[in-house]
């Protein structure tokens, strides 16, 4: 039984307000757990859901390697390139950018030509029970689709295969509803299908055992949708294992270990051979750069050495001794006029390259200067500039292979690439304007030393120059060569771009389907759909239940709650005992206790019992509260003003005679009747008195507004503490409108799941417009599991009672 509030909302105290809360979540919690078999059942059902999705699901492991992403340039490298005059270091140098690497690992295209390479495409599975049984290597026969018709498959093809005696096979395929059969003996062989030609061969890694599927199902899914699906869901991550470490962690979950430890092998195998290709790329457009460099050079020497023989065949030669130092320093300046030429005609090829807009993505290869010593190093700046713009040519084309022009990153890129190229234009018309200046400098300085060169015969002069321009393009000559080689070193020398530090592993533990996490949602769903089924039948319930529902739809005061009653069998309905603490005693107790606090103590009380219909157990709560009330040591007074359903008489089982046939009726219609003749006084009860209802008059409404009536009640208040009207329901009839002026507080019983939800709007215009006094409600027949006292009180009875407007006769055997 729950106590409740004996004062008016308003003056309740904090303490009270959080003891209700608490009361009414427990309430709630406690009303649920009434409905136990359902959460069992849903517990149970959904339970066996979670075993069969956990049985049909196929486990899958993760498998887990670690690599270390290494230099582009290692030191081996680098010093078999460091001199070259076209030296292209924009590919790498310095610090490789992780991400940029795991993003490339990730790719589709990378992905899918691992599968290809690993024939990861390739599933084979058979049946176990429900069970389904993923297998690799340990079948007897290796399946591949041809190339050309693995690159059209869009979808998934699949056949079945079964495994003969001897070594054979036959394979089955369903196509267009026709179902063939292929045997196959020898190996390697293949056979014809709609997607195209399937090779087979024999795995000579395995021997026949009795583990190995007899019938299996070979499936061959598009490489290109399944790197689709591998990017998408998760299947292979990438991540670093530290942000100022090379080291990054590779994850991917198979439904078969071994596969998925050779699928991590193969996929750094195929990135490696992939980035030695893109490193590749500027290195190879160097050694052509050198090679027209070379054929260049080589044709302006042999010209010279024809002209320096043809002189020589008609002059004859003279030695060059007395030309002095005049010529010794001539021959310096032509050679710095040479490299400063030399220099001039690469600036004017890379000018010519930047300002071509067709070559604008083209890498370009890097300038050095050809000079050595202290006229080295006028172009070092441009050269720097070169090889970063050469490393975001690099970076824009790995990244075109997996974004879109319009994607943000490659937009960034060329927006870099377009300033880098605008820098390095304008740094080489500098670097040209300044070997223009040196070369007006040395030509100046080489006229001089002509000058004084001139002096000497003509045919010393002449082949002289022949011979300075015959040696300083033999020198151009043999460095080009040089360089040549150089870089046909750094083509063979391509070193992996990452290296497998720990092995792949797969773990024996599957990481899907997670048995707890999938119970547990089972478990959580079960709880959850049968809360949902219980609060949707709460909503849609059109009758009250319980005190949350009344709480919802009036603001009236609750001053108990009566729980439900079972059976009575051959009981009284009056189920107090004023010398007893059972569970229905205590109950009326408490609203007794109420009473006290809603009512004046100093006079005597009439209290008007009634509901909304018949049924809803109000001779019940008038006839044990009465009973309660005189055990307080109070004269105690109960009427039955229900002139048209007396039920008195049956409640405390009097026999017929006068009292019990007579009663209020009698005293209305004959004032000169004693009303002590006809008060009847329970045995058991020394201060409760009862007073019928008498004969059902043809007119209950004016009998009801005799003045009689008032003049009764004030004559029983001289005798009584409290006087309680069994009134009639104030539903169907007004008799207890009419009777309520001489009463001084009402208590409405309302019956759960009986008394409908609109019925409470019934009572809130009563209320608010005074046709009852002092309502107070009692609600009737509460599931026992509302009740917080249920754990301590364990009874159970029933009653009926008939109601019988317009046939007295009715019975009426529902509990109240």
């Given at each position: 039984?729950?106590?409740?509030?004996?004062?008016?909302?308003?003056?309740?105290?904090?303490?009270?307000?959080?003891?209700?809360?608490?009361?009414?979540?427990?309430?709630?919690?406690?009303?649920?757990?009434?409905?136990?078999?359902?959460?069992?059942?849903?517990?149970?059902?959904?339970?066996?859901?979670?075993?069969?999705?956990?049985?049909?699901?196929?486990?899958?492991?993760?498998?887990?390697?670690?690599?270390?992403?290494?230099?582009?340039?290692?030191?081996?490298?680098?010093?078999?390139?460091?001199?070259?005059?076209?030296?292209?270091?924009?590919?790498?140098?310095?610090?490789?950018?992780?991400?940029?690497?795991?993003?490339?690992?990730?790719?589709?295209?990378?992905?899918?030509?691992?599968?290809?390479?690993?024939?990861?495409?390739?599933?084979?599975?058979?049946?176990?029970?429900?069970?389904?049984?993923?297998?690799?290597?340990?079948?007897?026969?290796?399946?591949?689709?041809?190339?050309?018709?693995?690159?059209?498959?869009?979808?998934?093809?699949?056949?079945?295969?079964?495994?003969?005696?001897?070594?054979?096979?036959?394979?089955?395929?369903?196509?267009?509803?026709?179902?063939?059969?292929?045997?196959?003996?020898?190996?390697?062989?293949y056979f014809h299908t709609s997607q195209g030609l399937v090779i087979v061969r024999r795995n000579k890694n395995v021997s026949p055992s009795e583990e190995q599927p007899k019938h299996f199902k070979v499936s061959f899914s598009s490489p290109l949708m399944l790197a689709g699906k591998y990017t998408l869901n998760g299947t292979l991550s990438a991540a670093k294992l530290d942000k100022q470490s090379s080291l990054a962690m590779l994850k991917v979950v198979f439904p078969h270990k071994k596969k998925g430890e050779d699928f991590l092998v193969k996929l750094v195998e195929v990135y490696n051979k992939q980035r030695a290709i893109d490193k590749n790329i500027t290195a190879q457009k160097t050694y052509d750069f050198i090679n027209e460099r070379i054929k260049l050079i080589g044709s302006e020497l042999s010209n010279t050495e024809m002209q320096l023989?043809?002189?020589?065949?008609?002059?004859?030669?003279?030695?060059?001794?007395?030309?002095?130092?005049?010529?010794?320093?001539?021959?310096?300046?032509?050679?710095?006029?040479?490299?400063?030429?030399?220099?001039?005609?690469?600036?004017?090829?890379?000018?010519?390259?930047?300002?071509?807009?067709?070559?604008?993505?083209?890498?370009?290869?890097?300038?050095?200067?050809?000079?050595?010593?202290?006229?080295?190093?006028?172009?070092?700046?441009?050269?720097?500039?070169?090889?970063?713009?050469?490393?975001?040519?690099?970076?824009?084309?790995?990244?075109?292979?997996?974004?879109?022009?319009?994607?943000?990153?490659?937009?960034?890129?060329?927006?870099?690439?377009?300033?880098?190229?605008?820098?390095?234009?304008?740094?080489?018309?500098?670097?040209?304007?300044?070997?223009?200046?040196?070369?007006?400098?040395?030509?100046?300085?080489?006229?001089?030393?002509?000058?004084?060169?001139?002096?000497?015969?003509?045919?010393?002069?002449?082949?002289?120059?022949?011979?300075?321009?015959?040696?300083?393009?033999?020198?151009?000559?043999?460095?080009?060569?040089?360089?040549?080689?150089?870089?046909?070193?750094?083509?063979?020398?391509?070193?992996?771009?990452?290296?497998?530090?720990?092995?792949?592993?797969?773990?024996?533990?599957?990481?899907?389907?997670?048995?707890?996490?999938?119970?547990?949602?089972?478990?959580?769903?079960?709880?959850?759909?049968?809360?949902?089924?219980?609060?949707?039948?709460?909503?849609?319930?059109?009758?009250?239940?319980?005190?949350?529902?009344?709480?919802?739809?009036?603001?009236?005061?609750?001053?108990?709650?009566?729980?439900?009653?079972?059976?009575?069998?051959?009981?009284?309905?009056?189920?107090?005992?004023?010398?007893?603490?059972?569970?229905?005693?205590?109950?009326?107790?408490?609203?007794?206790?109420?009473?006290?606090?809603?009512?004046?103590?100093?006079?005597?009380?009439?209290?008007?019992?009634?509901?909304?219909?018949?049924?809803?157990?109000?001779?019940?709560?008038?006839?044990?509260?009465?009973?309660?009330?005189?055990?307080?040591?109070?004269?105690?007074?109960?009427?039955?003003?229900?002139?048209?359903?007396?039920?008195?008489?049956?409640?405390?089982?009097?026999?017929?005679?006068?009292?019990?046939?007579?009663?209020?009726?009698?005293?209305?219609?004959?004032?000169?009747?004693?009303?002590?003749?006809?008060?009847?006084?329970?045995?058991?009860?020394?201060?409760?008195?009862?007073?019928f209802a008498g004969p059902i008059p043809p007119n209950p409404p004016e009998m009801l507004s005799r003045s009689r009536l008032t003049q009764l009640f004030e004559l029983f208040r001289k005798e009584y503490d409290y006087i309680i009207i069994d009134g009639a329901p104030v539903g169907p009839v007004v008799d207890s409108f009419i009777a309520s002026r001489v009463a001084d507080i009402t208590l409405y019983v309302l019956r759960a799941n009986v008394t409908k939800k609109h019925d409470v709007d019934y009572i809130n215009y009563i209320s608010t417009n005074g046709k009852l006094p002092n309502i107070n409600l009692i609600l009737n027949d509460v599931n026992e599991n509302a009740s917080i006292l249920r754990s301590k009180h364990s009874y159970g009875y029933g009653y009926g009672y008939g109601y019988g407007y317009g046939d007295p006769h009715e019975?009426?055997?529902?509990?109240?």
């Amino acid at each position: 039984m729950q106590y409740e509030d004996t004062k008016p909302m308003q003056n309740r105290s904090v303490s009270t307000n959080l003891e209700d809360k608490e009361t009414d979540i427990l309430s709630l919690i406690l009303s649920y757990l009434h409905y136990w078999p359902l959460y069992l059942l849903l517990l149970f059902l959904f339970g066996v859901l979670a075993w069969l999705y956990i049985t049909l699901q196929e486990p899958l492991y993760p498998v887990e390697t670690s690599i270390l992403f290494l230099e582009n340039n290692d030191a081996g490298k680098s010093n078999a390139v460091d001199n070259l005059m076209l030296d292209l270091k924009g590919i790498g140098g310095g610090n490789i950018n992780v991400d940029n690497e795991l993003l490339i690992l990730k790719s589709r295209e990378i992905i899918k030509q691992t599968l290809e390479e690993s024939g990861a495409y390739v599933d084979i599975t058979s049946r176990s029970g429900i069970r389904t049984k993923v297998w690799y290597d340990e079948v007897p026969y290796n399946f591949a689709l041809e190339d050309s018709a693995l690159s059209r498959l869009l979808g998934s093809y699949s056949f079945e295969v079964e495994c003969l005696s001897g070594g054979k096979c036959r394979i089955i395929l369903s196509e267009e509803n026709d179902k063939k059969k292929i045997e196959l003996d020898s190996f390697p062989s293949y056979f014809h299908t709609s997607q195209g030609l399937v090779i087979v061969r024999r795995n000579k890694n395995v021997s026949p055992s009795e583990e190995q599927p007899k019938h299996f199902k070979v499936s061959f899914s598009s490489p290109l949708m399944l790197a689709g699906k591998y990017t998408l869901n998760g299947t292979l991550s990438a991540a670093k294992l530290d942000k100022q470490s090379s080291l990054a962690m590779l994850k991917v979950v198979f439904p078969h270990k071994k596969k998925g430890e050779d699928f991590l092998v193969k996929l750094v195998e195929v990135y490696n051979k992939q980035r030695a290709i893109d490193k590749n790329i500027t290195a190879q457009k160097t050694y052509d750069f050198i090679n027209e460099r070379i054929k260049l050079i080589g044709s302006e020497l042999s010209n010279t050495e024809m002209q320096l023989e043809e002189a020589k065949r008609k002059q004859g030669v003279i030695g060059v001794e007395d030309l002095g130092l005049a010529v010794g320093a001539s021959q310096v300046t032509a050679k710095l006029r040479m490299e400063l030429e030399t220099e001039m005609k690469l600036m004017d090829n890379l000018l010519s390259m930047l300002n071509d807009p067709s070559k604008k993505y083209e890498l370009i290869p890097g300038f050095a200067s050809v000079r050595t010593g202290a006229n080295a190093g006028a172009s070092a700046p441009l050269v720097a500039a070169i090889q970063a713009h050469n490393a975001m040519l690099q970076e824009r084309n790995t990244l075109l292979k997996e974004a879109s022009e319009e994607h943000p990153r490659l937009l960034a890129i060329n927006s870099n690439i377009e300033q880098s190229r605008n820098s390095i234009r304008t740094a080489a018309e500098i670097t040209r304007k300044e070997l223009a200046i040196q070369l007006g400098d040395v030509k100046a300085q080489e006229k001089e030393y002509n000058a004084t060169v001139a002096e000497a015969p003509t045919f010393e002069r002449v082949t002289t120059d022949i011979e300075r321009q015959r040696a300083i393009r033999s020198e151009l000559y043999l460095m080009l060569l040089t360089k040549r080689e150089q870089t046909s070193i750094e083509l063979a020398s391509t070193m992996q771009s990452a290296r497998i530090v720990d092995r792949p592993l797969a773990s024996n533990t599957p990481s899907s389907p997670r048995k707890p996490l999938i119970y547990l949602i089972g478990i959580l769903l079960s709880i959850g759909v049968s809360t949902l089924i219980l609060y949707i039948a709460q909503i849609v319930r059109v009758k009250i239940s319980s005190k949350d529902d009344l709480a919802k739809l009036t603001s009236l005061s609750v001053v108990g709650l009566v729980p439900k009653i079972e059976t009575i069998g051959k009981q009284s309905e009056i189920q107090v005992n004023v010398k007893g603490n059972g569970l229905i005693t205590e109950i009326f107790r408490t609203i007794r206790t109420n009473l006290c606090f809603l009512t004046p103590t100093d006079k005597s009380v009439v209290i008007l019992v009634t509901s909304t219909i018949k049924g809803e157990g109000k001779t019940f709560v008038s006839s044990n509260l009465a009973v309660s009330l005189s055990a307080l040591d109070k004269k105690v007074l109960i009427v039955g003003l229900d002139l048209r359903n007396p039920q008195l008489g049956r409640t405390f089982k009097v026999a017929s005679g006068r009292v019990s046939r007579h009663g209020i009726v009698d005293l209305l219609h004959d004032p000169t009747i004693d009303p002590n003749s006809l008060i009847y006084h329970p045995e058991g009860y020394p201060q409760l008195s009862v007073l019928f209802a008498g004969p059902i008059p043809p007119n209950p409404p004016e009998m009801l507004s005799r003045s009689r009536l008032t003049q009764l009640f004030e004559l029983f208040r001289k005798e009584y503490d409290y006087i309680i009207i069994d009134g009639a329901p104030v539903g169907p009839v007004v008799d207890s409108f009419i009777a309520s002026r001489v009463a001084d507080i009402t208590l409405y019983v309302l019956r759960a799941n009986v008394t409908k939800k609109h019925d409470v709007d019934y009572i809130n215009y009563i209320s608010t417009n005074g046709k009852l006094p002092n309502i107070n409600l009692i609600l009737n027949d509460v599931n026992e599991n509302a009740s917080i006292l249920r754990s301590k009180h364990s009874y159970g009875y029933g009653y009926g009672y008939g109601y019988g407007y317009g046939d007295p006769h009715e019975e009426n055997k529902s509990r109240l």
